[in-house]
């Protein structure tokens, strides 16, 4: 079965960076998507970006410009490079893999398979 573990949160300051790494074992579909989404405290998870396999992209409007995903396929591994973080981004975040290959970036519900998180602080 697909499993996928999270590692980079930690806490910084506004303006600070990190990157998020999400190891992708088990067999994939070609042009699966794996993708970042963040839950805050009191509100709904929501998506922040996603990659296909075939190198399409998905950013949010809220971090467009800030985030950047990238994808090492050789060691099925998507990295998010969080630059200039604001309080705004402070969540859990999960990485998340869909079950079936898409030509675009498909709903939540089409990701099968989840990470546990990885928390992510930004103070002012």
């Known amino acids: 079965q697909v499993q996928l573990v999270e590692s980079g949160g930690g806490s910084v300051q506004t303006g600070g960076s990190l990157r998020l790494s999400c190891s992708v074992s088990?067999?994939?579909?070609?042009?699966?998507?794996r993708a970042w989404f963040r839950q805050a405290p009191g509100k709904e998870r929501e998506g922040v970006a996603a990659?296909?396999?075939?190198?399409?992209?998905f950013y949010a409007d809220s971090v467009k410009g800030r985030f950047t995903l990238s994808l090492d396929s050789a060691a099925n591994t998507v990295y998010l490079q969080m630059n200039s973080l604001k309080p705004e981004d402070t969540a859990m975040y999960y990485c998340?893999?869909?079950?079936?290959?898409?030509?675009?970036?498909?709903?939540?519900?089409?990701?099968?398979?989840w990470g546990q998180g990885t928390q992510v602080t930004v103070s002012s």
């Open positions: 088990g067999y994939t579909y070609n042009n699966s998507w």
């Open positions: 990659i296909s396999t075939g190198g399409s992209t």
């Open positions: 998340a893999a869909t079950k079936l290959g898409y030509s675009r970036p498909p709903k939540e519900s089409s990701y099968g398979y």
